[in-house]
C-alpha cells in the first residue's frame, strides 16, 4: 500500500482534524466544518469542489462500513497541496444500512470518484484494526492537466 505523500519536498504548513459520529449526518457535518477550514485556509474554486467531494466520499464509506472511532483531518503543504484522510476503526461485520436501501446505481462509486479527483489515494491498515484512507488534493502537478 501506498503512504500517504504531499511530495517528498513539501512541509505540512497547516492541519486540522474532525471526531465524527458514525451517523448519516457525518457527511454533511464533514463537509461543512472541511469547506469552513479550507476557506480560511484560502483554497477555492477547483480545489476546493474537489476536496469537498473526497472528503464527503471517504466519509460516506467510514460511516457505512466502519466502526467507530472516525475521524476527518486535513493537511495542507507549503506548495498548497492538501490530504484529506479518514480514520476509522476499521471494518464493521455489519453496515450501516443506508447503501442498502438505494438502488444500485446510487452507491458503489466513491473509489472511482476520488480516484478521478486525486493526484493518489490509498489505505493503511493498523494491527490494532483502525483503517486511515488518504487521498491528495490539488498537487501543484495538477494531475488532471
Not at 486535513?74 to 480514520?87: I, N, P
Not at 458503489?108 to 489505505?123: D, K, N
Not at 487521498?135 to 502537478?141: L, R
Amino acid at each position: 500500500m501506498a503512504e500517504p505523500r504531499l511530495s517528498t519536498a513539501a512541509r505540512t504548513a497547516l492541519e486540522w482534524g474532525l471526531p465524527l459520529e458514525r451517523d448519516l449526518s457525518s457527511p454533511s457535518t464533514a463537509r461543512r466544518e472541511a469547506r469552513r477550514v479550507m476557506n480560511s485556509w484560502g483554497l477555492e474554486g477547483e480545489i476546493l469542489d474537489d476536496a469537498l467531494l473526497v472528503v464527503s466520499e471517504l466519509v460516506t464509506n467510514a460511516v457505512q462500513y466502519a466502526l467507530p472511532p472516525i475521524s476527518l483531518s486535513l493537511y495542507l503543504s507549503d506548495d498548497q497541496a492538501l490530504l484529506v484522510e479518514v480514520s476509522d476503526g476499521g471494518p464493521s461485520l455489519i453496515d450501516n444500512g443506508w447503501a442498502a436501501d438505494r438502488p444500485a446505481d446510487e452507491h458503489g462509486r466513491g473509489g472511482v470518484i476520488v480516484g478521478a479527483l486525486t493526484a493518489g489515494a490509498g489505505e493503511i491498515s493498523q494491527h490494532d484494526g483502525a483503517v486511515h484512507r488518504w487521498a491528495a488534493v490539488g498537487s501543484p502537478d495538477d494531475h488532471r492537466s
